[in-house]
């Protein structure tokens, strides 16, 4: 308890007027949801580090970096911000210059941090002891001299006004939750840390709301505005000299300890993060006798000097409560992480109540908050964001391997529906209607080729379609004894033909008229006398609204090995399904390959070495698993697939054609027949989910 409440009320009095009332009550809501989460999340994982610790496990190190170094400045600035407002008090009794008072009191906490947390938590629960006693006593003496004709108008700047005060005022209840950073030397952490903060948050939101009602209740309005020593004038307006000298002594003691508890718990940050290797190897420095982080105390104290000397008392309270808000909307999403994660290794001892619709509340309301605060402190928010990103890619992502919690929740949800749909395609009857597309310069071979692999993929009662997109292709037509076989099997066989100046046009509605479920056709190699026919194939391989496939390399035939490519995607079920098919009817086996970036961590290889065995489990032919971490995706793929008789892999939109698709890039290297298969339906689903994995990974 500190500035939050002996220098704040002023100025949310200046925004919404006795509204203010009001608005510390909705900051205590508002902070409430990310107090359960971080509860629940200490007891699971009482280790240093606390808001930082937990958005890293949860989401990944990008998001850790940027929490730790919103909520390492967030503490530093209130503490900050707590040393600047001792000055105002302490000119009540003689002329002091605010700054240089706290860059004294700022070098005397450094040192008492140095030598050790034990003795400043002994210092810490003295002065907070007094302070409650003081506020108790202010709301006693205070209440029956309250004029209740000073609430009236309560709102002097309309609704939105009340929540630009709430924003405000936020940093006031941040202090509740800095146990958690010092969880790894607290005894008996389970019970000690959910009922520290219960306490906290219970004890703030009764005081706070009676305190300022108080003020606004005895002190004239324009005083109540302009004062930056509220609590000191209210206190005159009922108890005289004594009752300031009284309550300015208690500020000043509550700003030094507000100071200390950010200075004990903001240098437990660095710290953390240099344990983790997203910091400075130096700030892992531990005192030999105090056990202290001693190197990030020191570069904490440094950072607070800087605020002290030269950023403005109001700044500094508007920029503490912008990186607050922030990181508590972060906190509230690192517990839905945890808890969708399946982590064995997650137990809390204390679990938060009305899951998930408390967290959804506090990250919604949290980033509502940040909007009213003002631009500049939001601009802070935001440039805080892009800082930590930029330090994260140049610092600390080559040095960061683990994964999150929120990836392991989006990786189970996906295998889980990847496998489901999987198991559904393979056990299902096959295709209703697979489109073999002919055109020239096609073979005979070739196109015989595609039509056996399509009655392979077609259910009985399914028909196989033949296009022809070129009068001089009439005589390339289905053998006989393949339409013998197919007619045996129950499956039809049509032949059509449409010369058209736009075969692209004439696919695509083909396709739609007869609600084709596949396009087969064959992709040629890239030549001068074949560069329109290979743009008209890409062309509908992005625009088709049904799957499509396309054969590169020389004519599938003899198939006994086919290498299934990326497993992990998207595309699997298709994949899988129409590779099942086809090694089902040419009694092959299949190689389920996987490459990981280099950098893979052991927790990503085992994942998808896991997934592989649940897809195989689906299959009714023979199938193994590779799953290799290389930094040359191509050259790994072309010498993994060795020996195989086709490859299946996807093909991804590429729609600028600057380049070649890493997917043809790949199928060049191949030495076999190569099946580029896409499905847009799919395709979709994945992007969404790429962009999350790439901002939380």
Same mark, same amino acid.
């Not at 440094?302 to 605020?307: C, I, K, P, T, Y």
């Not at 990326?566 to 009694?587: C, F, M, Q, V, W």
């Not at 010498?639 to 729609?655: Q, Y």
């Given at each position: 308890?500190?500035?939050?409440?002996?220098?704040?009320?002023?100025?949310?009095?200046?925004?919404?007027?006795?509204?203010?009332?009001?608005?510390?009550?909705?900051?205590?809501?508002?902070?409430?949801?990310?107090?359960?989460?971080?509860?629940?999340?200490?007891?699971?994982?009482?280790?240093?580090?606390?808001?930082?610790?937990?958005?890293?496990?949860?989401?990944?190190?990008?998001?850790?970096?940027?929490?730790?170094?919103?909520?390492?400045?967030?503490?530093?600035?209130?503490?900050?911000?707590?040393?600047?407002?001792?000055?105002?008090?302490?000119?009540?009794?003689?002329?002091?210059?605010?700054?240089?008072?706290?860059?004294?009191?700022?070098?005397?906490?450094?040192?008492?941090?140095?030598?050790?947390?034990?003795?400043?938590?002994?210092?810490?629960?003295?002065?907070?002891?007094?302070?409650?006693?003081?506020?108790?006593?202010?709301?006693?003496?205070?209440?029956?001299?309250?004029?209740?004709?000073?609430?009236?108008?309560?709102?002097?700047?309309?609704?939105?006004?009340?929540?630009?005060?709430?924003?405000?005022?936020?940093?006031?209840?941040?202090?509740?939750?800095?146990?958690?950073?010092?969880?790894?030397?607290?005894?008996?952490?389970?019970?000690?840390?959910?009922?520290?903060?219960?306490?906290?948050?219970?004890?703030? &939101? +009764?005081?706070?709301? %009676? *305190?300022? =009602?108080?003020?606004?209740?005895?002190? $004239?309005?324009?005083? #109540? /505005?302009?004062?930056?020593?509220?609590?000191?004038?209210?206190?005159?307006?009922?108890?005289?000299?004594?009752?300031?000298?009284?309550?300015?002594?208690?500020?000043?003691?509550?700003?030094?300890?507000?100071?200390?508890?950010?200075?004990?718990?903001?240098?437990?940050?660095?710290?953390?993060?240099?344990?983790?290797?997203?910091?400075?190897?130096?700030?892992?420095?531990?005192?030999?006798?105090?056990?202290?982080?001693?190197?990030? &105390? +020191?570069?904490?104290? %440094? *950072?607070? =000097?800087?605020?002290?000397?030269?950023? $403005?008392?109001?700044? #500094? /309270?508007?920029?503490?409560?912008?990186?607050?808000?922030?990181?508590?909307?972060?906190?509230?999403?690192?517990?839905?992480?945890?808890?969708?994660?399946?982590?064995?290794?997650?137990?809390?001892?204390?679990?938060?109540?009305?899951?998930?619709?408390?967290?959804?509340?506090?990250?919604?309301?949290?980033?509502?908050?940040?909007?009213?605060?003002?631009?500049?402190?939001?601009?802070?928010?935001?440039?805080?964001?892009?800082?930590?990103? +930029?330090?994260?890619?140049?610092?600390?992502?080559?040095?960061?391997?683990?994964?999150?919690?929120?990836?392991? /929740?989006?990786?189970?949800?996906?295998?889980?529906?990847?496998?489901?749909?999987?198991?559904?395609?393979?056990?299902?009857?096959?295709?209703?209607?697979?489109?073999?597309?002919?055109?020239?310069?096609?073979?005979?071979?070739?196109?015989?080729?595609?039509?056996?692999?399509?009655?392979?993929?077609?259910?009985?009662?399914?028909?196989?379609?033949?296009?022809?997109?070129?009068?001089?292709?009439?005589?390339?037509?289905?053998?006989?004894?393949?339409?013998?076989?197919?007619?045996?099997?129950?499956?039809?066989?049509?032949?059509?033909?449409?010369?058209? /100046?736009?075969?692209?046009?004439?696919?695509?509605?083909?396709?739609?008229?007869?609600?084709?479920?596949?396009?087969?056709?064959?992709?040629?190699?890239?030549?001068?006398?074949?560069?329109?026919?290979?743009?008209?194939?890409?062309?509908?391989?992005?625009?088709?609204?049904?799957?499509?496939?396309?054969?590169?390399?020389?004519?599938?035939?003899?198939?006994?090995?086919?290498?299934?490519?990326?497993?992990?995607?998207?595309?699997?079920?298709?994949?899988?399904?129409?590779?099942?098919?086809?090694?089902?009817?040419?009694?092959?086996?299949?190689?389920?390959?996987?490459?990981?970036?280099?950098?893979?961590?052991?927790?990503?290889?085992?994942?998808?070495?896991?997934?592989?065995?649940?897809?195989?489990?689906?299959?009714?032919?023979?199938?193994?698993?590779?799953?290799?971490?290389?930094?040359?995706?191509?050259?790994?793929?072309?010498?993994?697939?060795?020996?195989?008789?086709?490859?299946?892999?996807?093909?991804?939109?590429?729609?600028?054609?600057?380049?070649?698709?890493?997917?043809?890039?790949?199928?060049?290297?191949?030495?076999?027949?190569?099946?580029?298969?896409?499905?847009?339906?799919?395709?979709?689903?994945?992007?969404?989910?790429?962009?999350?994995?790439?901002?939380?990974?």
């Amino acid at each position: 308890m500190g500035s939050g409440i002996f220098v704040l009320p002023s100025l949310a009095f200046k925004i919404t007027g006795p509204g203010a009332v009001i608005a510390y009550l909705i900051a205590g809501i508002v902070v409430l949801p990310a107090v359960f989460s971080k509860a629940e999340m200490a007891t699971a994982m009482p280790s240093a580090g606390g808001t930082y610790l937990f958005i890293d496990r949860a989401m990944g190190p990008m998001l850790g970096t940027i929490a730790g170094f919103g909520v390492w400045f967030s503490l530093t600035f209130k503490a900050a911000f707590a040393l600047v407002g001792l000055g105002a008090y302490l000119s009540l009794f003689f002329e002091v210059q605010a700054e240089i008072v706290g860059l004294g009191i700022a070098v005397l906490l450094i040192a008492l941090n140095l030598y050790g947390i034990k003795q400043s938590i002994k210092l810490q629960t003295a002065l907070v002891s007094i302070v409650v006693v003081v506020l108790g006593g202010f709301i006693g003496f205070g209440a029956p001299e309250i004029n209740t004709s000073a609430f009236d108008p309560f709102l002097t700047h309309g609704g939105i006004s009340l929540l630009s005060a709430a924003a405000v005022v936020f940093v006031s209840y941040a202090g509740v939750t800095k146990i958690a950073s010092i969880a790894e030397e607290v005894n008996d952490p389970e019970r000690t840390i959910p009922r520290g903060m219960f306490l906290s948050i219970g004890l703030m &939101i +009764l005081l706070y709301p %009676a *305190v300022v =009602g108080i003020m606004i209740g005895v002190t $004239p309005p324009d005083i #109540l /505005a302009t004062t930056t020593t509220p609590m000191a004038a209210a206190a005159e307006a009922f108890a005289g000299r004594t009752g300031v000298a009284i309550v300015s002594i208690t500020a000043i003691i509550a700003l030094i300890s507000m100071s200390n508890a950010g200075l004990v718990a903001s240098a437990r940050y660095p710290f953390a993060m240099a344990r983790n290797r997203l910091a400075p190897s130096f700030l892992r420095t531990v005192g030999k006798k105090s056990g202290a982080p001693t190197a990030s &105390i +020191l570069t904490t104290g %440094a *950072v607070l =000097g800087l605020l002290v000397a030269f950023v $403005p008392i109001l700044d #500094l /309270a508007k920029l503490a409560s912008a990186f607050q808000l922030l990181v508590f909307a972060f906190v509230n999403l690192a517990l839905i992480a945890f808890r969708e994660s399946r982590l064995d290794w997650y137990q809390p001892t204390f679990r938060s109540p009305l899951y998930p619709w408390i967290q959804v509340f506090g990250m919604v309301s949290s980033l509502i908050l940040l909007t009213q605060i003002g631009l500049i402190p939001m601009l802070g928010a935001i440039g805080f964001i892009i800082g930590g990103v +930029l330090w994260y890619r140049g610092f600390g992502q080559a040095r960061a391997s683990r994964e999150s919690a929120a990836r392991d /929740a989006m990786r189970f949800r996906a295998q889980d529906r990847l496998v489901a749909e999987t198991n559904a395609a393979v056990c299902s009857p096959g295709l209703q209607h697979v489109l073999v597309a002919v055109r020239r310069p096609a073979r005979l071979e070739r196109v015989q080729g595609l039509i056996r692999l399509a009655s392979y993929l077609v259910a009985p009662g399914g028909r196989v379609h033949v296009l022809h997109l070129d009068a001089k292709l009439e005589h390339i037509a289905p053998s006989q004894d393949d339409i013998a076989e197919m007619e045996s099997r129950g499956i039809n066989v049509s032949v059509e033909y449409a010369p058209d /100046a736009n075969p692209r046009g004439e696919v695509h509605r083909y396709a739609a008229r007869h609600e084709v479920d596949l396009v087969l056709a064959d992709l040629p190699q890239e030549l001068q006398a074949t560069k329109s026919i290979v743009r008209d194939w890409r062309w509908l391989r992005e625009h088709l609204p049904n799957d499509s496939a396309f054969i590169r390399n020389r004519p599938a035939s003899e198939i006994n090995t086919i290498c299934v490519l990326g497993t992990g995607g998207p595309y699997d079920p298709l994949k899988l399904n129409l590779a099942s098919r086809i090694a089902r009817h040419e009694n092959a086996s299949l190689r389920l390959i996987h490459v990981v970036q280099g950098e893979a961590s052991e927790e990503q290889i085992a994942a998808i070495e896991e997934y592989h065995t649940r897809l195989i489990e689906t299959l009714d032919v023979t199938a193994v698993s590779v799953v290799e971490p290389a930094n040359d995706l191509v050259q790994t793929v072309s010498r993994l697939s060795r020996g195989a008789n086709l490859v299946l892999m996807g093909a991804p939109s590429h729609r600028f054609h600057l380049v070649t698709d890493l997917a043809d890039r790949i199928a060049e290297q191949v030495d076999c027949p190569t099946l580029l298969i896409h499905t847009p339906t799919h395709e979709n689903m994945s992007l969404r989910r790429r962009i999350i994995e790439r901002f939380i990974a």
